[in-house]
């Protein structure tokens, strides 16, 4: 069993910079790939990266190439999605995701 505590996220100016965290219970954590994820409203939830157990390899969404950047500390079970000059299609609430186990998500709001 794998539970997510999400923090961060928030509301900024486009341009602007924020981050979402996860925290997670469980042994899993460090085997497996984790994922951030967003869906705004009317909207598919869409995969913006994910990362390797060990953290060498990463994949983003061709939206949010160059201005996300996906990390994980395995040690803390944290997984970190730190969100630079942000734009307001950025607008979304962001899940963690490993496997089939789901944060309860976090909303970023990206607006004038």
């Known amino acids: 069993q794998v539970q997510f505590a999400e923090s961060g996220g928030g509301f900024v100016q486009p341009g602007g910079s924020l981050s979402v965290s996860c925290v997670a219970s469980?042994?899993?954590?460090?085997?497996?790939?984790v994922a951030w994820y967003r869906q705004a409203p009317g909207q598919q939830r869409e995969l913006v990266a994910n990362?390797?157990?060990?953290?060498?390899?990463?994949y983003y969404l061709d939206a949010v190439k160059g201005r996300f950047t996906i990390s994980r500390d395995n040690a803390k079970k944290v997984v970190l999605l730190q969100m630079d000059n942000l734009k307001p299609e950025d607008t979304a609430v962001y899940y963690c995701?490993?496997?089939?186990?789901w944060g309860q998500g976090i909303q970023v709001t990206v607006s004038s």
């Open positions: 469980g042994n899993m954590f460090g085997r497996t790939i």
């Open positions: 990362i390797t157990p060990g953290g060498s390899r990463t």
């Open positions: 995701n490993l496997k089939d186990f």
